[in-house]
Every structure is written in C-alpha cells, then in structure tokens.
C-alpha cells in the first residue's frame, strides 16, 4: 500500500462515517479500519519493507489517519449515546435486579506467558518478533546450520521425518529433498537469512522436537526462542550485553552470567550460558548440584559456512546467535520440577499462573 493509497483511504473515510447511523455500524467500522487485521495494521507492517528515508514521513501518515479515525469513532460514539441506537430501541430494558452470571475467567498457559515476556524483553532492544515452520527442509534445519549428514552433532539433534518431497539429484545430494520437524528454532536463521539483507535482529519462538525419552526434564515437543543478529561490526561483546539484559530482567538484577566455552556446529566460537542459582544465590544448593550455577542457553559468534549457504559475505557481516529453551526458562522462575506438568492439562496446575 502506498502512500496514493493513505490519501484514498483517507477521502474514503469521510464518505464512510457518515454513513453511520447504528451502534453495530459503528463497530464495524472500527473493525474495518482498526481490526487486528484491518486498515492501519496493513499500513503498518508495510513500514520495515521501506528505506529509513521513508519510514519516518510513512509513519506520521499512518499515525495521523489512525487519530484521525479515533477521533471520527470518539464523536459517532456521543452522537449515537445521545440520540439513542436504532438498534437498541428493539431491544428488552435492562432489568438490574437480576443476579449477574459469573463468567469463568481464562488465562494463558505458563508457556505462553515466558514466551511473551522473553519476546517483550528483545522487543524492547530493538528485535522483530518472527516465526518459522515447524515442517522444515533438511537443508534449513542440518546443512545451512554447517551440520552435514556425517557430522556427528547430528545424533543430538535427529529428529522426526515426514516424507521424500523429491527434486534433482544436486538437491538430493544436499539433504534438501527430505521434510522432518524442526529439531531447533535455529532452522529459522537460514530461512530468513535467505529471504532478507543485513542488518537483521530477530527473535523467533515455537515448538520443536527431538526424539527423546519423556521425563522430568525432558519431552519429545518443546519450545525454544532463537535470537540472531547480523550486521556490520557485530562483536562478541555485543551478544553479551544483550544477554545480560535479557538475564537480569527475567532473574532480577543481582543475577550473575558467566559464559563456558563450547561447541556448536553452526556458531564459533560458541559458549553455553550460567547464571547464578535463583535459590541459593550461588552459594550451593540440590537445584544447582551444587555447584551455585544454572545452565540457561547456549550462544556463539555465527560460523563464517552459515553466511556462505545462505549468500552473505562473511568477510563484511558478523553476527551472534543464542538458542534457549521456554520450559527451561519456566521451569527456574516458576520453580517448576517436571517439565510434564506443562502438557498435562491439569487446571489445578494451571490455575497458578
């Protein structure tokens, strides 16, 4: 939608208001043009598809159609209140002496609400929220992530096959013609990194699955929430301060990191990520072995072969990616001891949160 189009909808919009002349109209309008899916929200996601020059004139076009129609629904809401609905004359009078019927009040899933609090924490730094599918290639989930079929990483993330999706031989060759489930939200690095330009900051969240054995810290279907970042100059530095961000906020502010050298395929180098125990304080305790430290997630620099397959320069890009697990999250802050608990759908379980 261009910005021919803010002018159209702009005079359309006149037309429109005053052709309400109902409550329910009224609603429908407001729908129409402020609706999840409506008007503004498709002007909106247009803004990250312009150039910076673009974005900031764009954007006030956006925001003053948006006030203009807030202020078009503030005066039909009066006119129609003081003048009495149409609609509502049809309607019985309201007798305020009958007992109200309580409503049951629902509430997300614990699941739901780490996965929003994670994601509202990187949004606020400045990454985009994005999602992936859990039906994967096999290219996007093992060998653009520099896991090819004989590396031996491999046997820890197999996961689940659907079917042969065919193609030439080369792409056979690739590991690109067989569809699994994704055994880690990383594959979504390779699919967005295909489809877009540096500079990139991103947080995606969703179901993966591995074929594990069920039990109290571990299930066949969980969650994770992959970050990367890719840019110009990104240093390991910079993954650090984020994440430090991201801990203290969750843990509070007198939670400590550290990071303890390790090894992924698609990240060097790579580190897996502690934090102090939020119950002892560090000082030693059943939950943390004692030991005074909780692994949290694993990170690293992206590996120079990831920028290859999906067409950066890894001599002019850098980046950081980190990979953490929802339940894991959950389980700590809630103190949570059996990730099943999380699938059984036991509402005496659920109603806590």
Not at 71 to 79: D, G, H, M, P
Not at 129 to 136: F, K, L, N, Q, S
Not at 318 to 328: D, K, M, N, P, S
Request: with cysteine; aromatic share 10%.
């Amino acid at each position: 939608m261009s910005e021919l189009n803010i002018e159209e909808v702009a005079q359309r919009l006149e037309v429109e208001a005053k052709g309400i002349d109902s409550l329910d109209a009224l609603e429908n309008f407001r729908r129409l043009y402020l609706g999840r899916r409506g008007i503004i929200a498709q002007l909106t996601s247009l803004i990250p598809t312009l150039s910076q020059q673009e974005r900031p004139v764009f954007g006030q076009k956006v925001n003053s159609l948006k006030n203009a129609i807030l202020e078009i629904i503030k005066e039909k809401e009066l006119v129609l209140s003081s003048k009495g609905d149409s609609s509502s004359k049809q309607r019985q009078p309201l007798d305020v002496g009958l007992p109200g019927i309580a409503q049951p009040l629902g509430r997300l899933h614990p699941i739901t609400q780490t996965i929003n609090e994670i994601c509202s924490i990187f949004i606020q730094m400045g990454f985009l929220v994005e999602e992936g599918p859990e039906v994967e290639t096999e290219f996007n989930n093992f060998t653009g992530l520099n896991i090819p079929q004989e590396h031996p990483s491999r046997d820890a993330f197999d996961t689940f096959y659907l079917a042969e999706a065919g193609g030439d031989a080369q792409a056979k060759n690739r590991g690109e013609d067989r569809l699994l489930l994704r055994s880690h939200t990383s594959a979504a690095q390779v699919r967005l990194m295909k489809m877009r330009r540096p500079p990139l900051a991103v947080v995606v969240p969703g179901r993966v699955y591995r074929p594990d054995a069920v039990d109290a810290s571990h299930s066949f279907m969980f969650h994770q929430v992959e970050g990367l970042v890719v840019d110009e100059g990104i240093r390991f530095s910079d993954l650090k301060g984020s994440l430090q961000v991201f801990v203290q906020a969750v843990f509070g502010k007198k939670t400590k990191m550290r990071f303890r050298p390790h090894f992924f395929p698609f990240t060097e180098p790579s580190a897996e990520v502690d934090i102090s125990c939020i119950i002892c304080g560090g000082k030693g305790c059943s939950v943390c072995g004692f030991k005074g430290w909780l692994e949290i997630l694993g990170s690293g620099m992206v590996h120079p072969n990831v920028f290859r397959h999906v067409g950066y320069d890894p001599k002019r890009y850098t980046g950081f990616a980190f990979g953490l697990g929802i339940e894991r999250i959950a389980m700590l802050k809630y103190g949570i001891n059996d990730i099943r608990l999380f699938f059984e759908n036991d509402l005496r379980f659920l109603k806590q949160f």
